[in-house]
């Protein structure tokens, strides 16, 4: 498919590029689908290739070599997957792993370096969003070490519900969600059944509905918060705000047509 500069309006953190910097970009991105489970890059990898997600979302997992591991970000059409790949050393520091299938523009982590050398406005870009991403990890890191289980399920809830088009249900089991918050299966169940009891999600086979966003804000530990303000920051901090869903929710949709047009 071929790409056109309107169509990357679908990941916010290329949109907000001048359009000229957006025209030398495009002819080195792909459109790509991701699958559920699929392992972009891994951790003491090359990264070959950065990712710019439109409509799935990442998770960056730590992996440890007893086989425990935890997610420390979740990476949907704010950001980027492959930070490293323009910071001087192209070996990943986690795996990346996508946990919501979708779609996303794929460079070659080459093409992105050179880019980024002939582009202020490019570098400048993904050094805030670069910012953002590490205090995402830090604060996610933190979270996983001093926080209540179902104060770190609200936190993980929140944060991949405002990186997917619908913000109100989504897909994940409790085996899954356990590998991520690097904990037991028991543990995410008790946390679960205390989030439904209090009418803030209903959980069943998987499929988990929100039944009260504020309610979930409200029980979630400052981690949420703190990394949502270091989002904020960017000139495109709505595409992570709930209070902006609809129009992330108006613009994916015309990526996706535009992109199925021009197949």
């Not at 990898?45 to 979302?57: C, D, I, K, M």
Request: glycine residues 6%; aromatic residues 4%; charged residues 20%.
């Amino acid at each position: 498919m071929t790409t056109t500069t309107s169509q990357l309006e679908g990941n916010h953190l290329l949109a907000a590029l001048p359009s000229a910097t957006m025209h030398l970009l495009t002819p080195d991105l792909e459109w790509v689908e991701l699958h559920t489970g699929e392992l972009l890059h891994q951790a003491g990898a090359e990264v070959r290739h950065v990712y710019f997600p439109v409509t799935g979302t990442v998770s960056l997992v730590s992996s440890l070599e007893d086989g425990s591991s935890s997610e420390v970000a979740v990476v949907g059409s704010e950001g980027m997957v492959g930070v490293c790949a323009f910071m001087g050393d192209t070996t990943a520091l986690s795996d990346a792993i996508v946990q919501r299938p979708g779609h996303a523009y794929r460079m070659g982590a080459q093409a992105l370096l050179h880019h980024t050398r002939r582009s202020p406005e490019l570098m400048q870009q993904l050094l805030a969003y670069t910012q953002a991403l590490f205090t995402h990890m830090a604060q996610s890191s933190a979270c996983n070490r001093h926080h209540a289980l179902d104060q770190q399920l609200c936190r993980w809830l929140l944060q991949h519900l405002d990186r997917q088009e619908d913000n109100t249900d989504m897909l994940a089991t409790q085996e899954r969600i356990a590998s991520l918050l690097g904990v037991r299966r028991e543990g995410v169940t008790s946390g679960a059944l205390k989030l439904q009891k209090a009418g803030l999600i209903e959980y069943h086979r998987g499929h988990i509905h929100i039944l009260d966003r504020d309610g979930l804000e409200a029980r979630s530990c400052e981690c949420y918060s703190v990394v949502r303000r270091a989002y904020d920051k960017l000139p495109f901090a709505h595409t992570v705000s709930h209070a902006h869903a609809l129009d992330r929710d108006v613009s994916v949709t015309l990526v996706v047509k535009r992109s199925l047009q021009s197949a």
